[in-house]
């Protein structure tokens, strides 16, 4: 499966859930390939830095720009991280993907943004998007739940979207974990952000083993992953189910004035 990563307006935290969910993929023995079609290359640096800090399983990242980077046929999953920097990488992503992942944070900008993505995505493949699936990311958690719960029931209320109940709030961790070439389950095995996180990563890819994912973590802080583990992984029952599909409503949402970015993409559609 082909999960893309994305979303028309920056900031939204989408390298460090690719990352994160790169590094779980992994971990849970799943054959996951990483492509990074973001110029930034925030993905690619992370990665690197994983690798140099000696932290297994290691994540190999493919950088580059369509039609130049290859998906590897033995995987299981590939994710990419695209930006609109890339808009050729970005359109040929999508029109590639099984689905898109696009993390929300809980601003009006921000729906409006995602509003427009749904039609950029039907306009681009023809009627025929791939499954679209939001969360929000980056949740204020020194403030009441209000702001978050309208922004859930506006992005609830587009057509073509699938708004996951998972929320990952705007916890220091997540910059902490990034930066040492860590997810947060392995910096932080046994905090609520690593539980928001799992919950996520099991909606999306579906639910492992809990006994296994306890051992994966308490192996960070010691030695390396034990092999057996790996192979038992492997093995079909304890394989991740993958989740119900979602349809799609053929209605694409009204356009709104946007940032100039993403009036920059519009223009170039």
Known sequence: MITVIANLKGGTGKSTVTFNLAVWLRSM????????????????????????????????????????????????????????????????AIMIADRVLIPVTPS??????????????????????????????RVDTAKASQASDEAAAALNALPGIHLLPQRLPDRAVFRDSFSEGLAVFELEPRSIASREFTALAESLFGHV???????????????????????????????????DGIGYAAAVPTYHAGTADEQWVQAQQ
């Open 29 to 92: 023995g799943r054959r996951a390939a990483v492509i990074d079609l973001d110029p930034q290359r925030t993905l690619s640096d992370a990665a690197a830095l994983r690798t140099e800090e000696g932290n297994e399983p290691s994540i190999q990242v493919e950088a580059g720009t369509f039609p130049d980077v290859s998906l590897p046929e033995e995987a299981e999953e590939i994710i990419i991280d695209v930006g609109t920097a890339d808009l050729e990488s970005f359109k040929q």
């Open 108 to 137: 009006q900008a921000d729906i409006w943004s995602t509003q427009r993505f749904v039609g950029f995505l039907n306009k681009n493949t023809h009627g025929n998007p791939p499954e679209s699936i939001t969360f929000l990311n």
């Open 209 to 243: 083993n809990r006994s296994m994912l306890d051992r994966l973590q308490k192996q960070k802080t010691s030695t390396a992953v034990d092999p057996a583990l790996h192979r038992a992984l492997e093995t079909p029952a304890a394989r991740p189910r993958m989740a």
